[in-house]
């Protein structure tokens, strides 16, 4: 099943403790994207990569890093966390970002920093 | 750069009310893409429909219907005789045919309730 697989769903973790949000995809995407969702300011986009090892910022970038080594996966690293990064986070993948290809989004982590 | 403004916040109906969602959107490219997203609360993001710029006909899916309109740049949605299974936030995003750096952008959203 072609799919966008984000682990985990849910963390609970302590202001510094650096971590990481895993997504994969199985549908040799080569656009790759990280979105976090806060109540009323819908979907932001953190980074994107559009192939393997090119990786980009967002509208959101700060307090983030992501990677590139291989097509598939697209991890998201927050090495100090804040609480100010307490949200919903969602990895989407495409074919390309150009044209209408369509988007297949992971099923989120939510992500809680106390 | 493009925009995208959903401005209901939240609306609330009574079942079996129809209900219409706005989307404005602005854009440079005369090529580009419209997309509907719903977010249950168990958080998900369901596609509902894509629309390129050249297709201005509408859509009906069942009770969902699309009114894209390019000469005031909306993409509005409406859904006839809701049910409570429809509450949800609903997005509306726009994709650049020209492969925009920022990909998929998404509106605030509009937090939908049905009520019984």
């Known amino acids: 099943e072609a799919q966008v697989t984000q682990n985990p769903r849910y963390l609970i973790t302590v202001t510094g403790k650096k971590l990481t949000v895993t997504c994969s995809q199985n549908?040799?995407?080569?656009?790759m994207s990280w979105y976090r969702q806060d109540p009323g300011l819908g979907l932001r986009q953190i980074y994107y990569?559009?192939?393997?090892?090119?990786?980009d910022k967002g509208d959101v970038p700060e307090g983030y890093k992501v990677s590139r080594k291989e097509k598939r996966n697209f991890p998201l690293i927050l090495e100090s966390p804040s609480p100010n990064q307490t949200s919903l986070y969602f990895c989407?993948?495409?074919?390309?970002?150009?044209?209408?290809?369509?988007?297949?989004f992971g099923s989120g982590t939510r992500l809680t920093v106390v | 750069a493009q925009k995208v403004t959903q401005a209901q916040t939240e609306i609330s109906v009574v079942e079996k009310e129809d209900v219409t969602l706005d989307c404005v959107y602005e854009?440079?490219?005369?090529?580009?893409?419209l997309f509907w997203y719903k977010q249950p609360p168990s958080g998900e993001l369901v596609f509902l429909i894509r629309?390129?710029?050249?297709?201005?006909q509408n859509e009906i899916s069942g009770r969902y219907s699309w009114n894209f309109q390019k000469s005031t740049s909306s993409f509005n949605f409406t859904i006839t005789a809701s049910q409570v299974v429809d509450s949800a936030v609903y997005f509306c995003?726009?994709?650049?045919?020209?492969?925009?750096?920022?990909?998929?952008?998404f509106g605030k959203g509009t937090h939908l309730i049905i009520q019984p």
């Open positions: 989407a993948s495409s074919l390309s970002n150009r044209g209408g290809y369509g988007y297949t």
């Open positions: 549908m040799n995407h080569e656009y």
């Open positions: 990569s559009m192939n393997v090892e090119v990786t």
């Open positions: 854009t440079r490219d005369t090529t580009y893409y």
């Open positions: 629309r390129n710029s050249f297709d201005e």
């Open positions: 995003a726009l994709s650049e045919a020209s492969g925009g750096a920022d990909g998929l952008t």
